[in-house]
C-alpha cells in the first residue's frame, strides 16, 4: 500500500521560493505517475504538475510554466516541487497524489489511486 507524505510548505514573500516535497512509504513510486494539486478556500482542487517515476516525463500547468519546476530523486523515493517567483494566487493548499494505472500525466483528479494529507503555502504580498 502506498502512503503519500507532503511537507515543506510554509509562508512566503511575493517573489520567494518554496520546495514541497512528497515522499512514498509502504512501497515506492514504481510504475506510478505523480502529480501536485492545490486547492483554495472556496475553490476547486485543480492540477499544478506532474511526473513519470520511470521516465521522468513532466507536465505543468500554464499557470505555473516558467515559475515551476517538478522533479523526483529514484533514492529517496520522493518527488519535489520546487516553487518559483510565487504570488499571492499560488496560496493554497498543495497535495501530492500517485496514479498506478497511468497512460499519461491526467490532469483528472479522479485517475489517481493515493493521496498525501496537503500541505499549506501562503504567499504574502
Known amino acids: 500500500q502506498l502512503q503519500l507524505v507532503e511537507s515543506g510548505g510554509g509562508l512566503a514573500l511575493a517573489g520567494g521560493s518554496l520546495r514541497l516535497s512528497c515522499a512514498a512509504s509502504?512501497?515506492?513510486?514504481?510504475?506510478?505517475?505523480i502529480s501536485w494539486f492545490r486547492q483554495a478556500p472556496g475553490k476547486e482542487r485543480e492540477f499544478v504538475s506532474g511526473?513519470?517515476?520511470?521516465?521522468?516525463?513532466?507536465r505543468y500547468a500554464d499557470f505555473v510554466k516558467g515559475r515551476f519546476t517538478v522533479s523526483r530523486d529514484h533514492a529517496k523515493n520522493t518527488v519535489f516541487l520546487q516553487m518559483n517567483s510565487l504570488n499571492p494566487e499560488d496560496t493554497a493548499v498543495y497535495y501530492c497524489?500517485?496514479?498506478?494505472?497511468?497512460?499519461?500525466?491526467?490532469?483528472?483528479?479522479?485517475?489517481?489511486?493515493?493521496w498525501g494529507q496537503g500541505t499549506q503555502v501562503t504567499v504574502s504580498s
Open positions: 509502504g512501497r515506492t513510486f514504481s510504475g506510478t505517475a
Open positions: 511526473i513519470t517515476w520511470s521516465e521522468g516525463n513532466t
Open positions: 497524489a500517485a496514479d498506478s494505472r497511468y497512460f499519461d500525466i491526467s490532469a483528472e483528479r479522479g485517475k489517481y489511486d493515493y
